[in-house]
């Protein structure tokens, strides 16, 4: 049988080259610069403490951030996409969709991507959700093609447009100083060892979603596991039942 990769760049040599992995880690990176440029030079750094690249123990293993922005007005968790192309996806789809000259991979929504972010801060510093912001930043030359809520910015100007715009302080200002002290104590430097950490958990968590279906078939959802009240059987419902009835089986 005929390796699919190899059929995807006979068809399309430039746009497997511009989606293979190699490359997708080196525009990761400058994805990642360029949005260190631009939280140092646009945002106030009286008022705004900037984070990089930061690895924090989440679960059974780690999770690396991006940034950190701190901030009287909460903590900005940024997930930086580095991406070309045309870029489609709903907030509540489990996977969104790349295309670059008519070749289309399909991508984990950053923003549920991000919540596993998200959450391993809220834990480690013990705050409420209206304290921490999920934020993804598309910084290359994409197009989103479909609406998307705030939280998905394009480019970095909107970005720190977007940690601008919020004005209701959640925290004191001398709080600010003692959260960046708390998250740099308890970050973990990274090391072969986290990274090897990091990339089984990703391939667990690939694994897992290939054999037990988690995108809720009517909208995209997450599934959440139920039991019939008649009869006991398990089952995944939607998590936003009632106003949505998808269904699987966990088998």
Known sequence: ??????LRFLRNPIGFLLVAPARARFRGRV?????NLGLDFLLDDKVYRVIRD??????????????????????FVIETKNM???IFGQQYQ???????YGDKRRFQNPLRQNYKHVRAVQELLCLASNQVHN???????????????????????????????KRTRVFAEV??????????????????????????????????????PKAC???????VERANRRTGQRFLGCKRYPQCKGTRSIF
């Open 135 to 165: 934020v993804v930043a598309f910084v290359g030359d994409c197009e989103i093609k479909t609406p998307m809520p705030a939280e998905v910015v394009d480019g970095v100007s909107s970005l720190v447009d977007f940690i601008k715009s």
């Open 175 to 212: 709080d600010v100083p003692l959260l960046v002290d708390s998250l740099l104590h308890k970050r973990l430097h990274p090391s072969l060892r986290l990274n090897f950490s990091d990339a089984h958990i990703v391939k667990r968590q690939a694994t897992d979603g290939a054999t037990t």
């Open 54 to 75: 930061v690895t924090l123990p989440a679960g059974d293993g780690t999770t690396q951030i991006d940034h950190l922005v701190v901030s009287p007005f909460g903590v």
């Open 94 to 100: 489990a996977q969104w969709t790349q295309t670059i």
């Open 31 to 35: 994805g990642e610069f360029k949005v």
């Open 84 to 86: 070309a192309g045309w």
């Open 1 to 6: 049988m005929v390796n699919s990769d190899f």
């Open 217 to 223: 078939p009517r909208c995209g959802g997450v599934m």
